[in-house]
């Protein structure tokens, strides 16, 4: 059974930093996936922002790029997010998610394809 469970979040002010971790458990290692960060704030939808694969190929989106990075131990099972120059916005709930695709397969992949997520753990950043 795979578990996805994040950690890290908190309240922190304009421009201030956050560390944000997710642990993936209970699959068998190797071959392809893609994991990616998510935030969602309530009456919203979800939007994806930064991804990694088991390759180490990072993806951002625009409003993330060069305030955010992904990362991944070497276990491949622990992913990090550091999250620089943090921006006020209502309190929103990160998540992680996990795709167990196949080689050649994209990351990310429509949203429908990340089978594995986290309970997610909120942030609030303050102006």
């Known amino acids: 059974q795979v578990k996805v469970v994040e950690s890290g979040g908190g309240s922190v002010q304009d421009g201030g930093s956050l560390r944000l971790s997710c642990e993936v458990s209970?699959?068998?290692?190797?071959?392809?996936?893609?994991m990616g960060w998510f935030r969602q704030v309530p009456g919203k939808e979800r939007e994806g922002f930064a991804y990694i694969d088991n390759d180490g190929t990072t993806k951002y989106a625009d409003s993330v790029k060069g305030r955010f990075t992904i990362s991944q131990d070497n276990a491949k099972n622990n992913l990090s997010l550091q999250m620089n120059s943090l921006k006020p916005d209502a309190p929103a709930m990160y998540s992680c998610?996990?795709?167990?695709?196949?080689?050649?397969?994209?990351?990310?992949?429509?949203?429908?394809?990340?089978?594995?997520w986290g309970q997610g753990t909120q942030v609030t950043v303050s102006s």
């Open positions: 209970g699959y068998g290692g190797g071959g392809f996936f893609c």
């Open positions: 998610a996990w795709f167990p695709g196949r080689f050649g397969s994209p990351c990310p992949p429509p949203l429908t394809y990340f089978g594995y």
